[in-house]
């Protein structure tokens, strides 16, 4: 080998190797302080893209549960509505029964259709009823909830209109029609807890997949850190 003055190869190469072990030191650094693999975008460009479509994907499912949850509530006051309803059509049966006994007096008969009739009341103000600004009760749908339908359940069609004169049989009708549309009430609850299930699974499937792209793995890169520390050390 040549000995030269100006120009110290050795040199050079070993401070270019400082040089170097310096920048993936400070890389090290700056990974294991954010958590994160991917602390700029020159890191992993590809791995960037892909993970900004994952964490997007997995704030929509988020959205989705959110609103998964406030339909279910839609549906639970709906159905405690429907169910005092039920209650209030049960006692108006019974007073309707009542009515028919022939041993009671004028004055007696009088006060079970007064009972009746405020029960009635209180069933139109039962269909009546909302939930943050939507109508629980209508002829049509609130709208649809991944892909589950929250019907607006006609309470006010579904009763009728009924007297304490009517026959047993149409207050009967009645109830079979509210619990019917109690029925349509519970399965659509039940529909959106599967809904609920399927989309807290995908989104934890997104959040893992994501993190295997952008989180450190910490043990790693604090081998990593050890390795050029001791290089930056040396040279």
Known sequence: MSVVINTNYAATLASNNLASSSANL????NRLSSGSKIVSPADDAGGLAVSMKLSAAAK??????????NAVSFLQ?????????????ERMSELAVMNQDVTKSSSDLANYNTEFTALSTELGQIAGQTFNGKNLFGSSAVGTVNGVV?????????????????TAGAIDTAIQNVATLRATNGAAQSRLGFESDLVTTNKANLEAANSRIVDVDVAEESTQLARWN???QAG
Do not use: R
């Open 230 to 232: 001791t290089l930056v």
């Open 77 to 89: 006051t709906q159905d405690g509505a429907m169910k005092t309803a039920a209650a209030a059509l």
């Open 150 to 166: 929250l019907t607006g359940a006609d309470l006010t069609t579904q009763i009728g209109t009924l007297t304490i004169a009517n």
């Open 60 to 69: 929509s499912l988020g959205a989705q549960k959110n609103n998964i949850g």
């Open 26 to 29: 400070q890389k090290s650094l």
